[in-house]
């Protein structure tokens, strides 16, 4: 089982759609918690950042943390053809000497939004 | 946009012959990592430098090697390039403000190995 579990879709949704990507992880040391968007043929681009459980609101960008279920969500409002691209999330545990903050990534969701 | 950028940006070498990629940052970051990604497998770890000579393995280090001579630099290195290399490189850092966790990452090099 991989520590880190991700849909890869593809998900297709209307333009103005309410899109719900998610992760499940297995590993109870992860405290930091990330989602990054990939364009094609693009370097993946932070997009949400969070410590621990809970929300963080960017725009019309929501990520959501539940450590006790293991479980994170990235929610887009009123999606956007600009946002069809790859998600992937990304965790990690806490860092210590040289314990470099290796980053246990999902494999992406493809994601397109049409007009 | 984090300070990143990678050189080449694209390249075709046969196989057997060396080659490096290199990762320039403006951004004074402790850490910097270098990722491969290919369909079916996401981005794995090959290599990562925690300072300036301090460097370590990844998950898919076996033909690679590393060097860190500069806080802004970071290079990598195929000793004998193979087509199971063939790939899109990645260079990324971290270790800035605040918490420090997150990764930002370069625009990629895509390697071609005939």
């Known amino acids: 089982q991989k520590e880190v579990e991700q849909d890869p879709g593809p998900l297709s949704v209307p333009e103005g759609a309410i899109v719900s990507l998610n992760c499940t992880y297995s590993?109870?040391?992860?405290?930091?918690f990330m989602w990054y968007r990939q364009y094609s043929r693009k370097g993946p681009e932070l997009l949400m950042y969070?410590?621990?459980?809970g929300n963080k609101e960017d725009g019309r960008f929501t990520a959501q943390v539940d450590k006790s279920s293991k479980y994170i969500s990235l929610f887009i409002r009123d999606s956007q053809p600009s946002d069809s691209a790859t998600y992937l999330c990304?965790?990690?545990?806490?860092?210590?000497?040289?314990?470099?903050?290796?980053?246990?990534f999902g494999q992406g969701t493809i994601l397109t939004v049409h007009p | 946009d984090a300070g990143i950028t990678q050189s080449p940006r694209h390249k075709v070498t046969e196989t057997g012959t060396p080659v490096t990629l290199r990762c320039h940052q403006t951004?004074?970051?402790?850490?910097m990592y270098w990722y491969r990604q290919d369909p079916g497998h996401g981005l794995r770890l090959i290599h990562y430098?925690?300072?300036?000579?301090?460097?370590d393995k990844g998950e898919v280090s076996d033909g690679y090697s590393v060097s860190r001579s500069k806080t802004e630099d970071f290079l990598l290195t195929l000793e004998s390039a193979t087509s199971s290399q063939t790939s899109v490189y990645f260079c990324?850092?971290?270790?800035?403000?605040?918490?420090?966790?997150?990764?930002?990452f370069g625009p990629g090099t895509r390697l071609t190995v005939t």
């Open positions: 990324a850092i971290s270790g800035g403000g605040g918490q420090g966790y997150e990764q930002y």
């Open positions: 590993n109870s040391a992860f405290q930091y």
């Open positions: 969070t410590y621990s459980s």
């Open positions: 990304a965790m990690s545990s806490r860092r210590s000497g040289t314990s470099y903050g290796k980053l246990t």
């Open positions: 951004e004074n970051h402790r850490y």
């Open positions: 430098s925690y300072g300036v000579k301090d460097t």
